[in-house]
């Protein structure tokens, strides 16, 4: 996921030097754990799930994320792996499958007690492990639940782990890019 974002910003500032842009000062990047979490929620502070409610079902019984709604229960939510990325709604920043589909990486160090190490000053946990470090440093925090987790996993406070070197057929990533502001010349 690294590498791609590494590619990613190599070909966006290639194809801005083309066009006289110029390079992006930014690079592409994997969102740390809150980043994803604040772009999740999609504006709702205390909604536990993206689409501002406290349901996995609309007023007219249906799901609203691709997720195993009961044991063994893959194909009732309209589809047994991954689905197209607009097969449900997006969340109210537009983001479509921030819970469900597939869970995403996120560039966090996972710990369990993340959050007595957290301040204001020290937002985030970051370590890349190498090959050779004990496995507990090789976890990085995982969100959003999949097509095969349940409900709770599609909560946007519900963290998981899985190692960095890893592939999953159930996990992907997102790629964020800072937002600098506007320029003084669109004003």
Known sequence: ATAFCY??????????????????????????????????????????YPWGG??????????LANFKPGRGNYPEDGGLYTVKADAYFPNDFGLYNMSGNV?????????????????????????????????AYKRKVIRGGS???????????????????????YIGFRCVLTFLGRSLNDF
Not at 19 to 45: C, F, K, Q
Not at 110 to 120: G, I, K, Q, R, V
């Open 7 to 48: 590619w990613r910003t190599k070909l966006w500032n290639t194809y801005a030097q083309t066009r006289g842009d110029g390079v992006n000062s930014e690079d592409y990047r994997l969102p740390t754990e809150h980043e994803w979490e604040y772009a999740a929620r999609g504006g709702h502070d205390l909604a536990p």
């Open 54 to 63: 406290y349901y996995v079902r609309n007023a007219k019984g249906c799901l």
């Open 103 to 135: 869970a995403e990486w996120t560039v966090t160090a996972y710990t369990e007690n993340a959050y007595s190490f957290l301040h204001d000053l020290n937002p985030d946990i970051r370590y890349d492990a190498k090959d050779d470090d004990p496995e």
């Open 147 to 169: 097509w095969k987790d349940i409900a709770h996993y599609m909560q946007t406070g519900t963290r998981h782990w899985e190692y960095q070197d890893t592939t999953k057929s």
